[in-house]
Structures are given as C-alpha cells and as structure tokens.
C-alpha cells in the first residue's frame, strides 16, 4: 500500500472516531501527519494501562472497510493531496476559532459528479429557515443571477433561504452544492430529499462527518465553516440577531472571504441581523445577483452600471437656459422682457434662449408672449 494510500485510510479512520472541526486533532495532523496521529492514538492508554476511549474505538474502525462501504453508497473520500481537494479549505488552517471550532477538516465525504476542485467560481446563499417570501424570492433571485454567469451556488440545503437559494441555482440551469451537517449518504431535513437527491445527481452533497453520521448542534457550527472556506464569497439573506447564519458569516470575516447582505424592511426582525453586518461594516449591502458578480467575479468582469433615473430634456441645458426656462409661466404667458427681469438676464440673451427652447418643444410662443410646452412637464 502507498505512502498516500495509508494516509487516506488513517484519516478515514480518524473522520470516523472525532468530531468536526475537533482543533486539537487538526492541529495534530498538521504537525505530525495523519498515518503518525492515527498510530500514535491507536496505542494511547490511560494512566491504568487501559486504552483511552479514542484508542478503544480506533481499534475497532476498519478504514478499509469504510472506504468499501462509502463507494458502495456512491461516497468517496476526498482527502488534502487529492487532484480533487479544494486548496481554499487551506485557509481554515490558519483562521481563528469560533466556540472551539476550527481548523482545515481531515477529510471530506462527497456524493455527486461534481468535483470540488471546480468551485474555484461559487458563491455561497445562506440565511434564515423561517424565511419570509420576500427573503425567499431575494435568495433564488441572486442564486439564479450567479448560476447563470457560471458560478457554483452552495448553501447548506435547510429549509428557508438555503432551499430557495438551491432551488434557484437549479431553476438558472447552474449547478450547486449542499454541505452537510450529517453524513453524506443521509437526507436531512428529510422532506428535502427530492432536493439533496437532485444535487446528489447532478452536483454535489458534502460532508465532514463520515456516512451516517447524525446532524448535530455542533456540526451545523463545524459545517458552516466549509461552507464560508469553499466559496469566494457569502451572501447573507435574511438572518435573527441569534441566527446560524451569522456563524457562517463570522467565519467568512475569519478565511477573508466578501461577505454580502441583503438588506429587508428595516421593522423585518429576520433581517436584524443582516442589517447589523452592514451598519457595522463587516457585509456589503447588495440587492441583485448582479451586484454579488461585481464582488466576486475577476477584475473588469461584471461591472454594474450606477442605476440613474431617466434623462428630461431639461437635464441637457445650460444652467443659464434653464434660468431662462424658469421664468416662463406654465400656464398664463409673458413677454419676452417679463421673462428677462425673472430670470434677472439681458433681453437679448433671453430671446437667444428662448428660440433654443422653442426648438426643443420646452416652451411656445402663444398670443401676448411665451409659456411652457407640455414636454417642459416631464
């Protein structure tokens, strides 16, 4: 068996035995290797000569047969040195914890053709489950608008802003991803498996916790960091001052990556927390999928024009034009010198003015002088 053959098998045994996001092992791997930390901990024993629990339940992992029993399920592993390992997860080595979560996962568990060393271009949609159908719509909207540009959307598949947002990606002909809080084999929430099967089918399910495994509190919070790492970038939608998402969020601050909000009716409570990340600073307010390529797509790629409201005849005039077209009434008419003392111009200068704007239909010339012109009105 090769050098990399035994360390896929001794970080399937030890995705097996710790939970994600666990900082002691990830900093262990890092300094020791994986097929070192595995050998040491299958020997560890207690003060009493007993073998730890860590070591008790290594000896009785088979990683070969995990690996057997992932394929057979339609799971492989996905391991660092792997062509297919997504070097931004890198990033996690170095990032500050968040409630004792942290650091780059061993390995991950994938179920799907897409390959994860393809979303060097996703964005990722997260946000409330009790969305409202505003935040829902705003959520398959920027989804939709992404995917189309080629962006992989990936979300966590619960229920609200993230199904919205995988919903969209997919309606756009896009692909996506869910990261899991649970093993990758499984459906959770159960009532979206037609949705987690799709993505299964045509994207990708991922997961740090091996085949299986049950969604915990803590790996909903060890999740939402390769959710922040894997994409360049993370759209807010909707989140509570308590909610996830802002766990999501703060790593994303954590690994350097955009964060963006969208911003809702400021009474909305589910947007309270979305509207403290911009009041603060730490999101970019964005409204449109548009916006999120401008962020996140490469230099000159996806620039947004400056929205302006429509140009009015008026707005091409000079400023002593429209001095001039100020002092015509709108509806009664007045002479030419009339006009010049209300705009306090000489008399020739207004009636030089005052033939332009009867050349540009703003002002008339009636019996007993001048008045506006309907398009002056608009």
Known sequence: MSPADDDRLARAALSRVTEPGDLRIARLVDELGAETLYGALRLERALEGVLTDVAARLV??????ELEQAARLGVRFVVPGDPEWPHQ????????????????????WVRGPLRLDELDRSVAVVGSRSATTY?????????????RAGFVLVSGAAFGIDQAAHRGAVAAGGRSVAVLACGADRVYPAAHRALIDHLAAEGAVVSETPPGGAPTRLRFLSRNRIIAALVRGTVVVEAAVRSGALNTANWCTRVNRPLMGVPGPV????????????????????????????????????????PRGRTRPR?????????????????????????????????REVQTALDRLARDGLVERVEGGWRLAAMAHT
């Open 315 to 347: 707005d091409r005039l000079t400023v002593r034009h429209q001095q001039v077209l100020d002092a015509v009434p709108a509806e009664r008419c007045a002479g030419t010198d009339s006009i010049a003392r209300a705009a306090g111009i000489g008399l």
């Open 267 to 306: 009474t909305s409570a589910p947007s309270q927390g979305v509207h403290q990340l911009i009041r603060v600073g730490a999101a970019t307010l964005v409204t449109s999928g548009d916006d999120v390529l401008e962020l996140l797509g490469d230099a000159g790629e996806h620039l947004v024009d400056e």
């Open 89 to 108: 997860l890198d990033a996690l080595a170095g990032a500050e914890p968040v409630q004792e979560r942290g650091g780059v996962p061993v390995g991950l």
């Open 60 to 65: 009785a992992v088979d990683p070969v047969r």
């Open 135 to 147: 935040g829902a719509g705003i959520a398959a909207d920027v989804a939709a608008g992404t995917a």
